[in-house]
Structures are given as structure tokens and as C-alpha cells.
């Protein structure tokens, strides 16, 4: 019995429940590294772990790291919400979602944003076709143009005006983005959602499930935050 007390002060000492957040520090470090990787596979390997150790030592992060604190480990499972989500492991994601409401309860909104933005991106891979089309109509268009004009001119300019040319920047500016306006792409976004409605439903059940359970939890709660309320 001494020796289960003795061990349990030093696991609650200061130094070890400190390096908890130590460790999950580096957690996040991973996190944001894997991150980066998905979110821009070209930036390579070296390029990410810098990038990852800078936002690792950011002040606001580095703050917490030493402290005894829930900072460290809802951002950890934060970004493990998104890491998953991007990888399209819906399960797991929302099995890290429900650990990072229970860390911060206003962490449900970074729930919500993750999987609008992983619908968005699952019904646009339902609609290649008419993504390639959106991206593929203005460019021809506007290169038909551009070569029409160019043609009277000789190889070598023909060559700097495709490069400095501000028709060619058009058509750079409008693959990116095959809208014309803000309106007409979340019109046409909604519309896919709306179509495809059931299998959105059924690939994002478990962020459902969750969403039901914390609107269950605020009307029992009487908020959004755990623990009774003050006015």
C-alpha cells in the first residue's frame, strides 16, 4: 500500500504531470508535419519538418507546453480530427473528435468545420467530370484567343509574350478557380451536396452521431460548457 502511494505522488508530481503536455507537444509536432504533407504533398520531407517545428515553437503553443493544462492535448486531438478527416478515415477522426470535445466543449465547432470541409471535398470526387469540364471550358477559350494573336509575332517573342502575357495569366487565374463568382460556386456546391445527400449521410454517419450527442448534451447541460452556469 506505501509503495502504490509512494509511486502515485510521483506520477503526480509536478515534473511528470508537466512533461504530459511535453510529449504532447510533440504529438502535435507529428501531427502538424503529417499535416502539411497532405495538404501540400509537393513541399517534401525536409521543407515539412521545418515547418512543423516552427509552428510547433509558436509563443501561443509554446506557452502551454510546460504547463499542466488542456491546451496542448485539444489541440493534439484537434489535429488529429483533421489529419484523419483529410485521409478520409471518418471513424477515427470523430473517435479523436469526441476526445477533443471532452478536452474543450467549444472544440465542436472545429468538428463542424472539418466535416463541411470533408463533404465539400467527398462530393467533389463524386464529380470529377464536371469538375474537369468547369476547369477545362475558359482556358481553351482564351487560349484560342491568346494563339490567334501571337501568331503574328515571332518564335522568340511568341515565347516571352506566353510567359508575361496577361491573357496567359487569365487563364492561370481561371483553372485555379473554374467559377466565375463566389454565388454560382457555393450554388453549384450545394446543389452536388443536395443530390448526393444520402451518400454524404452515410459516409459522414459517425460526425452525425456525434453532432446528435452534443445537441442532446447542450439541452441537458442547459450550454454549451461543461459545469453549471453563472449570469
Known amino acids: 500500500m506505501f509503495r502504490v502511494a509512494k509511486t502515485f505522488d510521483v506520477l503526480c508530481s509536478t ?29 517534401g520531407e525536409r521543407k515539412a519538418t521545418a515547418y512543423a517545428i516552427l509552428v510547433a515553437l509558436y509563443p501561443v503553443h509554446w506557452f502551454f507546453t510546460f504547463l499542466y493544462y488542456t491546451d496542448v ?14 485521409k478520409k478515415q471518418f471513424w477515427i477522426s470523430t473517435m479523436f473528435g469526441v ?10 465547432i472545429w468538428i463542424i468545420f472539418f466535416a463541411a470541409n470533408g ?3 467527398y462530393v467533389k470526387d463524386l464529380y470529377p467530370k464536371d469538375n474537369a469540364s468547369h476547369e477545362n ?13 501571337d501568331n503574328k509575332t515571332s518564335v522568340q517573342s511568341l515565347r516571352r509574350r506566353r510567359i508575361n502575357s496577361p ?3 487569365v487563364i492561370v487565374c481561371e483553372s485555379a478557380n473554374p ?22 449521410l452515410i459516409a459522414f454517419a459517425p ?25
Not at 485539444?74 to 484523419?84: D, G, K, R
Not at 476526445?99 to 465542436?108: D, G, M, P, Y
Not at 471550358?137 to 494573336?149: D, L, M, N, V, W
Not at 460526425?207 to 449570469?231: D, E, H, R, S, T
Request: include cysteine; charge should be positive.
Open 119 to 121: 463533404a465539400i471535398t
Open 15 to 43: 515534473a511528470a504531470l508537466r512533461s504530459t503536455n511535453v510529449i504532447l507537444a510533440m504529438v502535435c509536432a507529428v501531427l502538424i508535419h503529417d499535416l502539411l504533407l497532405c495538404i501540400r504533398p509537393g513541399i
Open 207 to 231: 460526425f452525425v452521431v456525434v453532432m446528435a450527442a452534443f445537441v442532446a448534451f447542450i439541452i441537458w447541460n442547459g450550454g454549451i460548457v461543461l459545469g453549471k452556469l453563472y449570469i
Open 99 to 108: 476526445f477533443s470535445i471532452l478536452f474543450r466543449q467549444t472544440n465542436v
Open 167 to 169: 491573357i496567359n495569366k
Open 73 to 86: 492535448a485539444s489541440l493534439a486531438a484537434v489535429l488529429a480530427v483533421y489529419l484523419f478527416c483529410l
Open 179 to 200: 467559377y466565375n463568382s463566389l454565388t454560382e460556386e457555393v450554388c453549384d456546391i450545394s446543389l452536388k451536396l443536395w443530390n448526393s445527400k444520402c451518400e454524404i
Open 137 to 149: 471550358s475558359e482556358p481553351i477559350h482564351q487560349s484560342k484567343k491568346a494563339s490567334a494573336r
